[in-house]
């Protein structure tokens, strides 16, 4: 058996959205190797996402009784509902990267 125990006090929506100046500077190879470093590190948390969400979709199909709250039921759902649109949003932005980063 299966209890979800998400407290819905726990989880909280932050939005940081920085601001950069507009002036061109010309990339080292340093600063673009740290990039792609972290781009790297994107794609790996995805790989591990995939595999969670597998995991999670098993849980919730499988056969094993699960009980849990009303709160603890829309806490899930509304965190559910949070990391679709931050994929829905990260694909987006990631469409608009891959047009604003054009060959001259």
Do not use: C
């Amino acid at each position: 058996m299966y209890e979800i125990i998400a407290d819905p006090e726990e989880y909280q929506i932050d939005h940081l959205i920085n601001g950069t100046g507009n002036a061109n500077i010309e990339l080292s190879k340093e600063e673009r190797d740290k990039w792609a470093g972290e781009i790297v590190n994107f794609s790996e948390k995805l790989t591990e996402f995939a595999k969670k969400s597998k995991e999670l979709a098993m849980l919730l199909s499988g056969e094993e009784k699960i009980s849990t709250t009303p709160a603890s039921l829309k806490t899930l759902k509304i965190q559910l509902f949070m990391i679709n649109d931050a994929l829905s949003t990260a694909i987006e932005i990631s469409d608009k990267l891959e047009s604003d980063i054009i060959k001259k």
